[in-house]
Each structure stands twice: as structure tokens, then as C-alpha cells.
């Protein structure tokens, strides 16, 4: 601000006023420049030290949860019944729980001509995992800002 003036005052004294403000103006705009430069460079610094161990705990925590999504919990029920409907009502039970029935089986020898009334209910699900709350969009964004360039987690 002290510089500026006095090349403005000393401008104006020997006639060159504009060139030498111009001037002025552009080293200090230069010098301000670099500043909020390094400013802001040493921000950036302070905030990747601030949230680093966020940004890798929510990194481990998203590649847990992806896994999730490629594994399968299994369930097998013994069921007391040869009635076709109270086997719907079962298997409609577990289907609202998010079981899918994959296979079922008699577990036990029946008489000729008879249905058995014991059976085996094989059934698996998709644990449950938070993605599967995401928007797709949304989840495609996230893994693209977490693998980034280099696997450092800024945006691509």
C-alpha cells in the first residue's frame, strides 16, 4: 500500500502517473497473488492432515461394504408339513425377510404314493449392507473419488 502511493505521488510529480501506477498496481496484485497461493496451498495441506484418517476409515468401510454385495448368507429349515399352502406361507415368510428359497428337499422317506412331511428349505439372502441405500449414480461417483488417480481419494 506505502509502495503504491509513493509511485503514484512520485507518477504524478514527473508526468508518468498512469504507466507507474499501472505498474504498481500489477506488482502488488502479483505479490497478493502468490500469497493466497501459498495460502491456500498450506490449507489444503491442514485439511488433508484433518480429515486423512476420516477419508481412510470411510474408504475401508465402503470397500467392506462392497464386499458384502458379491456374498451370500445361507440358511437350511426343517419343516413339519405336506400341505402345499402352509409351505407357501413359510416360504413367503422368510421372502419378506429377504430369503430366497434355492432348493428344498425331502429330509425324510415317505410311503408310496405319499408326499413326504418332512422337507428341507434351502435359503440365501445378500447381507445387508448401507450401499444398497444409495442411489447408483451416487455409489458410482463415490468408488470414482475413492480409486481417483493414484488411489489418493481426490476427484478425478
Not at 48 to 75: C, F, I, N, V
Not at 124 to 139: A, E, M, V, Y
Amino acid at each position: 500500500m506505502y509502495v503504491r502511493r509513493t509511485l503514484a505521488l512520485l507518477g504524478l510529480v514527473l508526468g508518468v502517473a498512469a504507466p507507474l501506477a499501472a505498474r504498481a498496481e500489477a506488482a502488488t496484485t502479483a505479490t497478493a497473488g502468490q500469497r493466497l497461493k501459498q495460502d491456500l496451498a498450506e490449507l489444503l495441506r491442514q485439511r488433508a492432515a484433518e480429515y486423512g484418517p476420516l477419508l481412510d476409515s470411510l474408504r475401508k468401510r465402503s470397500t467392506a461394504e462392497l464386499e458384502k454385495m458379491t456374498q451370500w448368507e445361507y440358511h437350511v429349515v426343517k419343516v413339519h408339513t405336506a400341505d402345499p399352502v402352509t409351505l407357501t406361507d413359510y416360504l413367503n415368510q422368510w421372502g419378506k425377510q429377504g430369503w430366497e428359497c434355492f432348493q428344498v428337499v425331502s429330509s425324510a422317506p415317505s410311503a408310496a404314493g405319499q408326499l413326504p412331511q418332512e422337507y428341507l428349505i434351502f435359503l440365501r439372502r445378500r447381507p445387508s449392507s448401507l450401499l444398497t441405500q444409495i442411489p447408483l449414480r451416487d455409489l458410482m461417483r463415490m468408488m470414482l473419488i475413492m480409486i481417483g488417480e493414484g488411489g489418493d481419494g481426490q476427484e478425478p
